[in-house]
């Protein structure tokens, strides 16, 4: 699965919350500064053509919606991120995030308690 840029990332977010949306409603759902219809129209067309949205046609314009569910582009980039940077260890990863951000072993075992009860 290809990753996307930043930009291409910030246009996922926002179909992925509204469901589905025209370049106009994505880019009222930016912040301000909002980006220019242009900049969107591109950026939708980019994912179109690798694959992580589609559209419909209603009228003249068309309406976006994502091909891929969030989660699953989530996980694929987790996996990326440990494979890339903690060769492929979830224990380095997670011994690094423990290590920068001062996490505890109390939080820790919160954090294994959680997951326990999750599965």
Do not use: C
Request: glycine residues 4%.
């Amino acid at each position: 699965m290809k990753q996307l840029t930043k930009a291409e990332e910030d246009i996922m977010q926002i179909l992925w919350k509204l469901k589905k949306a025209n370049v106009k409603t994505i880019i009222e759902d930016f912040p301000e500064p909002k980006p220019a219809y242009n900049t969107v129209s591109t950026i939708v067309r980019i994912l179109e053509s690798k694959g992580f949205v589609d559209y419909e046609k209603e009228g003249k314009g068309h309406i976006y919606f994502p091909l891929l569910q969030q989660q699953d582009y989530s996980n694929q980039s987790i996996n990326s991120l440990v494979d890339n940077y903690f060769q492929g260890s979830f224990k380095n990863m997670v011994s690094f995030f423990m290590k920068k951000n001062d996490i505890s072993l109390n939080e820790l075992e919160s954090v294994l308690k959680d997951i326990n009860k999750e599965k």
